[in-house]
Structures are given as structure tokens and as C-alpha cells.
């Protein structure tokens, strides 16, 4: 853990907006696909967001976690290996530990959610009603 570092998160009321970064704290040389988990007390890491590495310059597939759809906007930018997190209509259930993910470009954990190569420390995000 450590070599991504999330930014964004915070308090925010119910119906509010917040928007996380995730970029690279130190030098990776190439980066496939990128997303977010969140793990919220006691309940499983969950995939909340994913996009696949659509070329060198922009693209790449999204897809998301049902409960978020229409909710959250997953974007990237590659020329700064960074992934954005746009979440709007907040709900106290997204109260959770948001943690960005990255795959090395040959591997598919993100995009199946079950692991990623390089992970960030996380960042907290309180939903109050």
C-alpha cells in the first residue's frame, strides 16, 4: 500500500457532492485499469467504480456497483496516471473508507474487483443524514 494517494474525501451532508483524486505517489512506469473500493465498518471491501485503460491518451470502460449508478462518475487522466472519483446525491450508506485501486496493464483485478496491484492508504468519506 502506498504508492497511490487519494485526496477528496470529507463530511458532507446527505444530497451533497464530493469529488476524489487518486495519483501515484511515486513512479509507476505503466498503469491499466483504475477504480475505487470502499469498505465500510463492518461490512466487505466492495468495487464501487472501475475504467479499464482505453489507449495512452483517453478512453477506457466504465462500470459501476448498482448502488451507485447514476450516482457516481468515474473518470481519468492519463497523461497524470490520476482517477477521479465524481460522487453527487450522496446517502448515508456511502459512509465508508474509500480506497483507490490500479492494475499493472496485463492483470484485470480492478476490473473484476477482487484485488489491484498498487493501492492508496484511503480516505474517508461520512455521509450524515
Known amino acids: 500500500q502506498g504508492q497511490l494517494v487519494e485526496s477528496g474525501g470529507g463530511l458532507v451532508q446527505a444530497g451533497g457532492s464530493l469529488r476524489l483524486s487518486c495519483a501515484p505517489s511515486r513512479s509507476i512506469f505503466s498503469i491499466g485499469a483504475m477504480g475505487w473500493y470502499r469498505q465500510a465498518p463492518g461490512k466487505q471491501r466492495e468495487l464501487v467504480a472501475a475504467i479499464t485503460s482505453g489507449g495512452t491518451t483517453s478512453g477506457g470502460t466504465t462500470n459501476y456497483a448498482d448502488s451507485v449508478k447514476g450516482r457516481f462518475t468515474i473518470s481519468r487522466d492519463y497523461a497524470k496516471k490520476t482517477v477521479y472519483l465524481q460522487m453527487n446525491s450522496l446517502k448515508p450508506e456511502d459512509t465508508a473508507v474509500y480506497y483507490c485501486?490500479?492494475?499493472?496493464?496485463?492483470?484485470?483485478?480492478?476490473?473484476?474487483?477482487?484485488?489491484?496491484?498498487?493501492w492508496g492508504q484511503g480516505t474517508q468519506v461520512t455521509v450524515s443524514s
Open positions: 485501486a490500479a492494475d499493472a496493464p496485463v492483470h484485470r483485478q480492478v476490473v473484476d474487483g477482487t484485488d489491484g496491484d498498487y
